[in-house]
């Protein structure tokens, strides 16, 4: 305590004000957080350099071997890792949080988004969930259990990614490195999380990412000699076009589900009423159930868990008022289940659009990310982290239609788990949005989450 209180002085992190009955590790995690919510570290801002050396000097003054810590630089971003050596029993469990944000412009916010703000029980600031929350969790960890002496049997690797919200560079370094090359599974930071009761507040379901849908996009190009348009042809690249994108709308993918699809369906349909919920708990039951299947296709909340997903996005055809279009195209967005190859979805959209004369051409070079199986360690150490402020609320995996780190992890090899402990209403979700925010309460609450679960996934013990 007083080593902390010293070590705080010494940086110059005594601004915030805190309860004085905090626990000194809330402290100062605290203190951590409101200074890396100050660090920009937004796409081209060049911020995380700054916001590592900052974290290397609290750990470095905590008395954390600089062995154990090393960076990793994409060009762009940089990213750090922080080992805590175990006794060599078991494989590494790597823990994931990343440091840069999506911009936030200071003139469109109502507070500052750089400057951790604390009004009646929130957290205001751009990161303050996505993801410094997660980043002051993994520091907090590691602190605890350095200054507990409390060695795990086992590697816990703690990774502290520069650019997850744009190339993920510094995600594939981590992914390569000799630290984490060998992991076991890992800890997502970085999504999962508990959905709380708008009006009671009372919480409801706590969701583990357990894999992640590809994101791909195609490009359907139609080209054609075009001419003067006062004399039309019978071939026209608009109307081929339009043509191959109503053929891309009546297109159905077909209907998928795999075990962790299942319980997440299952346990969502026990949550909720009418028809909807009748064919989320038959489609759990028995995914050949047709009927149910089509009902889940018209909710879109629900039809992006049972297929891939394609939909039109983007249109652009022709060079002037008078003259026949010589170019139209289309992109097309597609959400794709995983395990399924983005060869087959393309070779799905040309066999559907069946015409020659439609070139089809994926954008950029998606990857697909494998599911990762739950594993009942993983599933019990998270329960019980939560069950004794939350009993009894129900732990259940899902798909996650966004992106994050994991699908790095995953198609690297390492079964990736998000959890971030965190609870929040689903009318309260601003990340990326305006005016960030992350309860008081849910702050705290993560850095105990992801402490016990290295204490526990990691076999900790005080070393004698
Ligand atoms: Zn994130």
Redesign the pocket.
């Known amino acids: 305590m007083t080593r902390l209180i010293l070590t705080l002085v010494a940086l110059g992190l005594t601004s915030m004000p805190v309860a004085a009955d905090a626990p000194a590790h809330e402290t100062q995690a605290r203190e951590i957080y409101a200074r890396i919510v100050g660090f920009r570290t937004a796409e081209g801002q060049k911020q995380t350099p700054a916001m590592v050396a900052y974290l290397t000097d609290v750990l470095t003054k905590a008395g954390v071997p600089a062995a154990d810590i090393t960076t990793l630089d994409s060009g762009e971003a940089r990213a750090m890792l922080v080992r805590v050596p175990g006794q060599g029993r078991g494989r590494p469990i790597l823990f994931s949080a990343?440091m840069d944000v999506v911009d936030a412009r200071p003139e469109d916010w109502v507070r500052d988004p750089f400057t951790l703000l604390e009004e009646n029980g929130v957290f205001y600031g751009r990161g303050s969930t996505?993801?410094k929350a997660g980043v002051a969790a993994l520091m907090s960890t590691i602190l605890r259990l350095h200054d507990g002496k409390l060695q795990p049997t086992r590697d816990l690797v703690f990774a502290f990614v520069g650019d997850?919200?744009t190339g993920m560079l510094t995600t594939k370094l981590i992914a390569d490195h000799p630290w984490v090359t060998n992991a076991e599974f890992a800890i997502n930071t970085?999504a999962g999380g508990g959905l709380l009761d708008d009006a009671t507040s009372k919480p409801l379901i706590y969701l583990v990412q357990g894999a992640e849908k590809t994101y791909a996009s195609f490009e359907l190009l139609v080209t054609n000699a075009g001419g003067h348009s006062s004399r039309p042809r019978a071939d026209n690249a608009i109307y081929q076009l339009a043509r191959a994108m109503l053929k891309v709308e009546a297109y159905h993918f077909p209907v998928m589900a795999n075990d962790l699809t299942r319980a997440y369906l299952g346990a969502v349909g026990q949550a909720q009423p009418g028809e909807v919920g009748d064919a989320l708990r038959r489609f759990a039951t028995d995914p050949t159930d047709a009927a149910a299947a089509e009902t889940l296709s018209r909710s879109p909340e629900f039809v992006g868990t049972t297929r891939t997903t394609c939909v039109a996005t983007m249109l652009d055809a022709g060079h002037a008022e008078n003259a026949l279009p010589q170019k139209a195209k289309a992109v097309v967005n597609c959400r794709i289940f995983p395990g399924v190859p983005v060869e087959t979805v393309r070779d799905a959209l040309v066999t559907a659009i069946a015409d020659a004369g439609v070139q089809v051409t994926t954008i950029d070079t998606p990857e697909a990310s494998p599911v990762s199986e739950m594993r009942p360690d993983v599933m019990k150490a998270i329960m019980n982290a939560l069950h004794e402020k939350y009993p009894g609320v129900p732990v259940v995996p899902y798909l996650e239609s966004g992106g994050?780190d994991g699908k790095v992890y995953r198609t690297a090899g390492i079964p990736t788990f998000a959890s971030s402990g965190l609870f929040s209403k689903p009318a309260e979700m601003y990340?990326h949005g305006l005016n960030e925010r992350l309860p008081v309460s849910s702050f705290y609450e993560g850095l105990d989450h992801i402490f016990q679960l290295a204490v526990e996934l990691g076999g900790a013990k005080r070393a004698h």
């Open positions: 990343h996505d993801n997850e919200e970085d994050t990340a």
